[in-house]
């Protein structure tokens, strides 16, 4: 008789990612990360992205990174590719993340970054003018039951005055599978592009989470019952930046 199918083991996927190709010098196809999508689709992505130089920046993330001022919070931080292109301009900025591995990654770039979470941020992290959620990282508003507890929680975080800058991508496609998987959200009460994915890395996965993809009109919808407001957009094709002001 057949043995059963082991499960992958739980951990720190995507830092021993980030790890392995800091290790081989963040060069191109040195690293790969897996994502799993709860339908079983996999997505493939060269790691070597998270270690993007600061001149080889996209022009949204460039824009973006001019919005921010003050005191700055680079939630989500990764390797530390925004926080990296601020610090070399004198910003004082902080990372934010909660994988260990991503952590250890930054702190060896030289970096200033905490483990920690918007739900659970480290003891003594204070309060910040700009909160950054880049590399499409308003994903982590999660979807509709969850984005106003995490926009609460990242104002929290904020002095009066802030400013949340986040990047973002509109879902609507023509790809037939996503398009299927959006019928599926809508069926079981989520909204379309709210994805259900883990980090995947041989036989070592991350924890399961809810990534949303969100226009700026759904943002907006989003944030309405929060203290925070859209105040401006910027879009290249499906990608935009979005930023938001804390208070009316």
């Known amino acids: 008789m057949d043995e059963q199918a082991r499960p992958p083991r739980t951990g720190d996927a995507f830092g021993r990612v980030l790890r392995r190709c800091w290790e081989a010098g963040a060069r191109p196809g040195?690293?790969?990360?897996?994502?799993?999508?709860?339908?079983?689709?996999?997505?493939?992505?060269?790691?070597?992205?998270?270690?993007?130089?600061?001149d080889d920046l996209s022009a949204l993330d460039r824009w973006a990174l001019g919005r921010a001022r003050g005191r700055i919070l680079d939630i989500g931080c990764g390797a530390g590719r925004h926080a990296l292109a601020l610090a070399r301009t004198g910003s004082d900025v902080t990372g934010l993340?909660?994988?260990?591995?991503?952590?250890?990654?930054?702190?060896?770039?030289?970096?200033?970054?905490?483990?920690?979470?918007?739900?659970?941020?480290p003891p003594g992290l204070g309060r910040f003018d700009t909160?950054?959620?880049?590399?499409?990282?308003?994903?982590?508003?999660?979807?509709?039951?969850?984005?106003?507890?995490?926009?609460?929680?990242?104002?929290?975080?904020?002095r009066p005055g802030a400013r949340l800058v986040g990047t973002g991508m509109d879902?609507?496609?023509d790809e037939p599978e996503h398009r299927d998987y959006h019928a599926w959200n809508r069926r079981r009460g989520r909204l379309p592009g709210q994805l259900r994915i883990r980090v995947r890395?041989?036989?070592?996965?991350?924890?399961w989470f809810d990534y949303l993809l969100v226009d700026p009109d759904g943002l907006r919808a989003l944030a309405a019952d929060t203290p925070w407001r859209v105040r401006e957009i910027e879009r290249e094709g499906r990608d935009h930046v979005a930023v938001l002001s804390l208070g009316h």
């Open 131 to 158: 909160l950054l959620l880049l590399g499409n990282n308003l994903g982590l508003l999660g979807g509709a039951d969850r984005a106003g507890e995490v926009l609460w929680g990242l104002a929290s975080l904020a």
């Open 30 to 54: 040195s690293a790969f990360e897996v994502v799993e999508r709860d339908d079983g689709h996999i997505g493939v992505g060269d790691a070597a992205r998270y270690f993007t130089p600061p």
């Open 97 to 121: 993340d909660p994988s260990p591995g991503a952590v250890g990654v930054a702190a060896d770039r030289g970096l200033r970054v905490e483990l920690g979470s918007i739900a659970e941020p």
């Open 171 to 173: 879902p609507a496609t």
């Open 201 to 207: 890395d041989g036989a070592l996965a991350g924890p």
